[in-house]
Nanobody, 121 residues
Framework: VQLQAFGGGLVQAGGSLRLSCVAS????????MGWFRQAPGKEREFVAG????????NYADSVKGRFTISRDNAKDTVYLRMNSLKPEDTAVYFC???????????????WGKGTQVTVSS
């Protein structure tokens, strides 16, 4: 399984970005997808997850109401729309997947290279 995330960049506080992650190597539509992030000096943390069909999503409390995860199974792509960005959202963002159709945060074991998101105050 290969995952390639892109779309990061530098944005001012209050701004928006959309991250994308393209998956290859297996049937994308059968598996849940997730986004994680890791800020300097901190552990990697779960941000959002989406089940195989896109009908169920999960979010970390810190991003609820600001971030939206979605997927396009025809394009083997998962997205993370980030609105009202804050400096504390600055991190490297990773997409991930596992072996289940539903979101199992602990079970995500395939990781892509991250994309840097920097939010200036």
């Amino acid at each position: 399984v290969q995952l390639q995330a892109f779309g990061g960049g530098l944005v001012q506080a209050g701004g928006s970005l959309r991250l994308s992650c393209v998956a290859s190597g297996r049937i994308f539509s059968r598996y849940a997808m997730g986004w994680f992030r890791q800020a300097p000096g901190k552990e990697r943390e779960f941000v959002a997850g989406i089940n195989m069909s896109g009908g169920s999503t999960n979010y970390a409390d810190s991003v609820k109401g600001r971030f939206t995860i979605s997927r396009d199974n025809a394009k083997d792509t998962v997205y993370l729309r980030m609105n009202s960005l804050k400096p504390e959202d600055t991190a490297v963002y990773f997409c991930a997947t596992g072996s289940k159709a539903w979101v199992d945060v602990i079970g995500f074991n395939y990781w892509g290279k991250g994309t840097q998101v920097t939010v200036s105050s």
